[in-house]
């Protein structure tokens, strides 16, 4: 089987869309979330939608079926928030390993099936790292800018642990993503960097950021062009943006990073700016019609969904992909 390297010389890859927006639909209740092996969890957990990759495998196994059959080529892992840093709020760090592991076995599996059904689409699981509660390069205090509710090696340790757990259940590539802070980022691909040496083994990383609002920055204060270069003497398989805008309004930042880099370049974003009851209005239609620009423009590789899109998005997405031929790429460190 030809390697995701590979594979991305030769076409563009689509990546799937929300989980959360589909896991909203089944309405679990809390007993749900607890399932058998938290039934006595001292603390409220509904919300809390990493931890039914334990409780509720089936569905998160529908999920990522739903975005292979609309076409997807990555699915990610239902572990945007498995680490010990955001598992906090639930008192639930010593199950980090577990969630990371079950997530990335459910992922694996659905997509050896597929894989094993159309051998020439071979389908690839993205360990999912999101970018914690935390931030390690600004102050939560306005009183205190001096002070830092995490220290970088703490960050580290708790990104090691994540990225071990998710490649010992079979994940392909690790996706960094919803970067907000190039300090949280640098953290996460130094453990990766550690993983890789310790067992030596090469592993795909994707990197993706987040723009916060119309100014074009990161929440930490860096333009799309920055953020490449602050993260540019990392091996990567791709840098790009997700989240937070858009896909029209992520063209221009789109742009700063493809015209600087021989890297890959992903591009996730929202089914447009949330309304007013936080949810996502633009159709399948509406988004593609905006990634057309994308392709048109040669600006990406990858490109997928975050908040609001389903598989019809993606569906419409991969039928739009599969006419257009892929950015020229370089990957001098493989």
Partial sequence: ??????????????????????????????????????????????????????????????????????????????????TTIAMADYEMEDHVYQLNFEAAKIAREVADEFTASQPKKPRFVAGSIGPTNKTGSMSPDVNDPGYRAITFDELRIAYKQQAEALLDGGSDLLLVETVFDTLNAKAALFAIEEVKEERQIEVPVMLSGTITDASGRT?????????????????????????????????????????????????????????????????????????????DKKLVNIVGGCCGTTPDHIRAIAELVSEFKPRAIAFPHN
């Fill in 1 to 82: 089987m030809k390697s995701i390297v590979e594979i991305l010389k030769e076409r563009i890859l689509v990546l799937d869309g929300a989980m959360g927006t589909m896991l909203q639909a089944y309405h679990f209740s809390e007993e749900d979330f607890r399932g058998a092996q938290f039934k006595d969890w001292p603390l409220s957990v509904k919300g809390n939608n990493d931890m039914l990759s334990i409780t509720q495998p089936d569905a998160i196994k529908a999920v990522h079926r739903s975005y292979f059959e609309a076409g997807a080529d990555i699915v990610e892992t239902n572990t945007f928030s498995s």
């Fill in 219 to 295: 929440l930490s204060g860096q333009t799309a062009e920055a953020f490449l270069i602050s993260v540019s003497h990392i091996p990567l398989l791709s840098v790009g943006l997700n989240c937070a805008l858009g896909a029209e309004a992520l063209i221009p930042h789109l742009k700063a990073i493809a015209s600087n880099t021989t890297y890959g370049v992903s591009a996730h974003p929202n089914a447009g700016l949330p309304n007013a009851f936080g949810e996502y209005d633009e159709s399948p239609q509406e988004m593609a019609a905006q990634i057309k620009e994308y392709l």
